[in-house]
């Protein structure tokens, strides 16, 4: 796959065995666990769970629904910022907007933001709002409503991690809005993809927003309609969207799948329901990381070349093929690889040669057999399955790498108290993709216990750095070293529609609806 570009794969017939979207947009860095999937067992194959049927003519596409809909919860909040997970936020998404997007690369964009400046020592940021921006109500844009806005994301479970470096949000006059923070950050304009809402109308169960559509309720029930007052005087594809009350993520499967609603967002690296119908998907990447804990304080473990070696010895190609279905990415850095960040010279693929000779290089072919556990979450089958495999991979020469699958709360107790050799983890990262909780000195995850001067100082002058690659290449050349984790892959979520109804799509980890004025929809008020 092309880098920076969505993948797209068509299928027709019966999708089994697809879960229902896991809640990425977690507010701190936490080891997840997964959803269960049968154990995968004996030879893997490098082919996705589902099967494509074969045959030679294609079967035509189900006919075409008379509007687009999508489901919501009626009567709760639309404000992004409280709002539930899962598809009231996708909603939002296409009333509100935020000061920056990141793309489909994790590339920054201006959206109400036009500009910002920076102060020497790194420490405040000016915010310039972008000016001829109005709500639907018809008043402009303003500082003061960027910043209540962020002031309430600021101490919200959804945004309060992301924004821990802010101390102080300010307005200047009626376009400028300053923050000010306890210690720099070069990428905090990353983290600012937060939905900003009219200030005043934050209680409202729908706020008034700046987006692309507004939401509207008549006899007919409620609806997104176009905004023709749109800022960026685009077209959208189609006029009106109809949304349908669902109750839970049930209650939506069901609705996709009789074809009262046309966009449904899933996980698909595991499975625990089916969806049914001529169906078409769209990845889009996370921040959403699979990776290996090692605890340094074991004797074996606190040698650099046999952390090495057993980074060398993962078939992470195999694990995203073979245990999620392809729905996910391969990386061996602690930066999801759309990212232009990501050091794809650095890259190694994974064969029995190189980890073999890794293993003697580390002096693991002596004859004197060393064990390692490897604790991971018993409720997440999907992660049992994934390292049982890595396990067996890993056992060779005098190296034995054993499995002990722990309850979430046990795997949990076990983690803080240091009682691991190697542990399989998930983690949803920032989008600044700053590690410190991960391996800096005393982090907050870093159950491990690594600890290195160079590490520190380099994640500080990642952190700190307002020219990001310079620092990340030095950064991941350490880590390539150093391993103190093992990175496995990054996650994708993935948006359904039915097959022949949408085209275009470009999701986004934050916004399935990314470029909305770029689909083509068919309804059949409008196919000709």
Same mark, same amino acid.
């Given at each position: 796959?092309?880098?920076?570009?969505?993948?797209?794969?068509?299928?027709?017939?019966?999708?089994? =065995?697809?879960?229902?979207?896991?809640?990425?947009?977690?507010?701190?860095?936490?080891?997840?666990?997964?959803?269960?999937?049968?154990?995968?067992?004996?030879?893997?194959?490098?082919?996705? +769970?589902?099967?494509?049927?074969?045959?030679?003519?294609?079967?035509?596409?189900?006919?075409?629904?008379?509007?687009?809909?999508?489901?919501?919860?009626?009567?709760?909040?639309?404000?992004?910022?409280?709002?539930?997970?899962?598809?009231?936020?996708?909603?939002?998404?296409?009333?509100?907007?935020?000061?920056?997007?990141?793309?489909?690369?994790?590339?920054?964009?201006?959206?109400?933001?036009?500009?910002?400046?920076?102060?020497?020592?790194?420490?405040?940021?000016?915010?310039?709002?972008?000016?001829?921006?109005?709500?639907?109500?018809?008043?402009?844009?303003?500082?003061?409503?960027?910043?209540?806005?962020?002031?309430?994301?600021?101490?919200?479970?959804?945004?309060? #991690?992301?924004?821990?470096?802010?101390?102080?949000?300010?307005?200047?006059?009626?376009?400028?809005?300053?923050?000010?923070?306890?210690?720099?950050?070069?990428?905090?304009?990353?983290?600012?993809? @937060?939905?900003?809402?009219?200030?005043?109308?934050? /209680?409202?169960?729908?706020?008034?927003?700046?987006?692309?559509?507004?939401?509207?309720?008549?006899?007919?029930?409620?609806?997104?309609?176009?905004?023709?007052?749109?800022? %960026?005087?685009?077209?959208?594809?189609?006029?009106?969207?109809?949304?349908?009350?669902?109750?839970?993520?049930?209650?939506?499967?069901?609705?996709?799948?009789?074809?009262?609603?046309?966009?449904?967002?899933?996980?698909?690296?595991?499975?625990?329901?089916?969806?049914?119908?001529?169906?078409?998907?769209?990845?889009?990447?996370?921040?959403?990381?699979?990776?290996?804990?090692?605890?340094?304080? %074991?004797?074996?473990?606190?040698?650099?070349?046999?952390?090495?070696?057993?980074?060398? =010895? @993962?078939?992470?190609?195999?694990?995203?093929?073979?245990?999620?279905?392809?729905?996910?990415? &391969?990386?061996?850095?602690?930066?999801?690889?759309?990212?232009?960040?990501?050091?794809?010279?650095? $890259?190694?693929?994974?064969?029995?040669?190189?980890?073999?000779?890794?293993?003697?290089?580390?002096?693991?072919?002596?004859?004197?057999?060393?064990?390692?556990?490897?604790?991971? #979450?018993?409720?997440?089958?999907?992660?049992?399955?994934?390292?049982?495999?890595?396990?067996?991979? +890993?056992?060779?020469?005098?190296?034995?790498?054993?499995? /002990?699958?722990?309850? +979430?709360?046990? !795997?949990?107790?076990?983690?803080?108290?240091? #009682?691991?050799?190697?542990?399989? =983890?998930?983690?949803?990262?920032?989008?600044?993709?700053?590690?410190?909780?991960?391996?800096?000195?005393?982090?907050?995850? *870093?159950?491990?216990? !690594?600890?290195?001067? /160079?590490?520190?100082?380099?994640?500080?002058?990642? %952190?700190?750095?307002?020219?990001?690659?310079?620092?990340?290449?030095?950064? !991941? &050349?350490?880590?390539?070293?150093?391993?103190?984790?093992?990175?496995?892959?990054?996650? #994708?979520?993935?948006?359904?529609?039915?097959?022949?109804?949408?085209?275009?799509?470009?999701?986004?980890?934050? *916004?399935?609806?990314?470029?909305?004025?770029? +689909?083509?929809?068919?309804?059949?008020?409008?196919? $000709?």
């Amino acid at each position: 796959m092309e880098r920076g570009k969505a993948r797209q794969k068509w299928t027709k017939g019966t999708i089994g =065995g697809i879960a229902c979207l896991t809640a990425l947009l977690l507010t701190l860095l936490l080891p997840l666990s997964g959803c269960g999937q049968e154990e995968t067992t004996g030879q893997q194959e490098d082919t996705p +769970w589902y099967q494509e049927e074969q045959t030679e003519q294609e079967e035509p596409s189900a006919a075409l629904p008379e509007r687009m809909a999508l489901s919501y919860r009626e009567g709760q909040s639309l404000d992004p910022i409280t709002c539930v997970e899962g598809m009231q936020l996708q909603v939002a998404n296409l009333l509100y907007e935020p000061l920056f997007a990141l793309d489909s690369t994790f590339t920054r964009e201006e959206v109400l933001c036009d500009g910002y400046t920076v102060s020497e020592d790194g420490l405040r940021y000016e915010l310039h709002i972008r000016s001829g921006v109005r709500f639907w109500d018809g008043s402009e844009l303003a500082a003061s409503d960027v910043a209540a806005t962020l002031r309430r994301a600021l101490t919200s479970e959804r945004y309060g #991690n992301r924004l821990s470096d802010i101390r102080r949000i300010t307005v200047n006059g009626t376009d400028t809005v300053c923050l000010e923070l306890y210690q720099a950050n070069g990428a905090l304009p990353d983290l600012l993809d @937060i939905p900003i809402v009219k200030s005043g109308t934050e /209680e409202d169960t729908v706020p008034v927003g700046t987006g692309p559509y507004l939401y509207i309720t008549d006899d007919n029930g409620a609806y997104l309609s176009a905004n023709g007052d749109w800022w %960026r005087g685009t077209e959208q594809p189609i006029s009106q969207i109809a949304l349908v009350d669902a109750k839970d993520t049930e209650t939506e499967q069901y609705l996709f799948n009789s074809y009262e609603i046309h966009v449904y967002t899933a996980d698909l690296t595991s499975g625990t329901a089916a969806l049914t119908g001529s169906l078409s998907w769209v990845d889009a990447p996370t921040a959403v990381m699979q990776f290996v804990g090692v605890n340094v304080s %074991r004797p074996l473990l606190s040698d650099a070349a046999v952390r090495r070696a057993l980074s060398v =010895g @993962i078939d992470r190609a195999t694990v995203v093929t073979g245990y999620l279905s392809g729905h996910a990415e &391969a990386a061996s850095f602690p930066v999801s690889p759309r990212s232009t960040l990501y050091p794809e010279e650095l $890259e190694e693929s994974y064969s029995a040669t190189a980890y073999s000779t890794a293993l003697e290089q580390a002096g693991l072919r002596a004859g004197e057999q060393q064990t390692l556990r490897l604790l991971v #979450n018993a409720d997440s089958e999907e992660k049992v399955s994934i390292a049982n495999y890595m396990a067996q991979t +890993w056992s060779h020469y005098d190296l034995q790498v054993i499995v /002990e699958a722990l309850p +979430w709360e046990e !795997y949990l107790a076990a983690l803080a108290a240091g #009682n691991f050799d190697l542990y399989y =983890g998930e983690v949803k990262l920032r989008s600044d993709w700053d590690v410190p909780e991960l391996i800096g000195t005393n982090g907050a995850l *870093n159950y491990g216990g !690594y600890t290195a001067e /160079e590490t520190d100082a380099l994640l500080a002058a990642f %952190r700190t750095s307002g020219s990001r690659q310079p620092a990340a290449e030095a950064l !991941y &050349a350490h880590l390539t070293q150093s391993c103190p984790i093992l990175p496995v892959c990054f996650k #994708n979520i993935s948006v359904l529609t039915h097959r022949g109804m949408i085209e275009g799509m470009a999701p986004t980890a934050a *916004n399935i609806f990314y470029r909305m004025e770029d +689909w083509q929809i068919a309804v059949a008020e409008t196919a $000709e």
